[in-house]
């Protein structure tokens, strides 16, 4: 057991109003400069809809994240060493400027200097890449609250199977909730793995996965491997730019912007802790429907004696063990098991969670003639409500609609238990016994979930200066060292060009075997 630190996120998609102001926020902070106009490192979709970029999660197109190979070995989906060193100049799998949007600003001026007419001025948009006059006809927000779906959520690449002939786009036939997405900083991020110039790495101390801009050479590789598509091509400088986590903030043990200036407080932040020797096994796991539970057993247990004792070993602070032990992503990802991973198909580990949400239950059970006081109607009404559960299960369980049920099931018993404890009615025990929670646990939940105050959504320890101290020290040791061991078996990754920021270089497939850094 190898036990590193991870600042995680989980956020409860009920909660998303899709105001946008984590997108504003986060572009006002880190990508309000010439070069990443287009760039939108956080960024709320509506589903159903291709998302931003356009159609990002179709990977038998756009070739990102891992898959694994004839032998059962975990290898990037966009090829080999040889294959990316033979496309270094020419990459085919990217995104476009079409698929992005073209940025645009308008002419403000007519507005101003315009002479005296009998026709109303017009501010015309015109791309802030080249200056010349644009139509607008496409956009990070094209389909926000459904508008425009019609035309293009068709081809939302979740929408595969009977599902394309079941969602319908039209009005009080269809479906919507907001998708907020960042960077997922993965255990296994495939970013890094591809990039040839070892300039992405990820944090050693907090897990965050960073650029280094003075060794990105803009290869581009690290785009194409992202499978959320969350790294981006400054084109002023040639370089790869990224969510950051806000990783000046978190050092100072304060949430990420985005999550600061939620409106619908619906952000956690926390620690996990993680067996970074068991990284690499589950992310190769064969059954897709099994990576779920394969990322939850790498956490550990923040309270076992033994994993303190190994956390304490492996130079973990004592402020940050407390912080795991109260951790609220934790505490949603496997102590309750109501928050889920967004596309563990793509095997990368994401670290960015999300609580599914729940559709108006009473309603279905209405609608199917059931009593809105028998559990059993109610559960049953989970299975017909307006959100199909194949889609929801296509976004966060790999398809296996049985895992979603099963958190919709107990959102849906807390939400009967505590209605009735808030109405001075007994509360449904039974329905709570039906989905493996007591009374208390209900409450700890709702509390989390509803009530949750800040110093409960944000539990971030500060970084610690005498770790900085040490890491900056570790700069010039061996790249493929493991940590104070013999080292590594295979120093080749990534192409063997400059040294790589990691903790144990991965077998010649190209997965990880553990922490990365």
Known sequence: ???????????????????????????????????????????????????????????????????????????LRSGGRVKRLLSLFSNPDLPSIDDYYEPVTYEYDTLVDAPVGTHVPVARPRSVLTGEPTAITWGPNWEDGLGGAEETAGADPNLRGSLAEKVKFEFEQTFMFHLPRLCEHCLNPACVSACPSGAMYKREEDGIVLVDQDRCRGWRMCVTACPYKKVYVNHATGKAEKCTFCFPRIEAGQPTVCSETCVGRLRYLGLVLYDADRVGEAAAVQDEHDLLDAQRNVFLDPSDPEVIAAARRDGIAEDWLEAARRSPVYALISRFKVALPLHPEYRTLPMVWYVPPLSPVLDAVGEAGGNADDPDHVFAAVTRLRIPLEYLANLFSAGDTDVVAGVLMKLTALRSHMRAVNLGETGEEAALAAVGLDSVEAEDLHRLLAIAKYEDRYVIPAAHKEDAAALSAMENRCPVESSGDEPAASGKVMLGLPRIRRRDAAPETGGLAGGVS
């Open 1 to 75: 057991m190898r036990v590193m630190a991870q600042v995680a996120m989980v956020m409860n998609l009920d909660k998303c109003i899709g105001c946008h102001t984590c997108s504003v926020t986060c572009k006002q902070t880190w990508s309000n400069r010439p070069g990443v106009e287009y760039a939108w490192f956080n960024n709320v979709e509506t589903k159903p809809g291709v998302g931003y970029p356009r159609g990002y999660e179709d990977q038998e197109h756009w070739k990102g994240g891992w898959m694994l190979d004839r032998r059962g070995r975990l290898v």
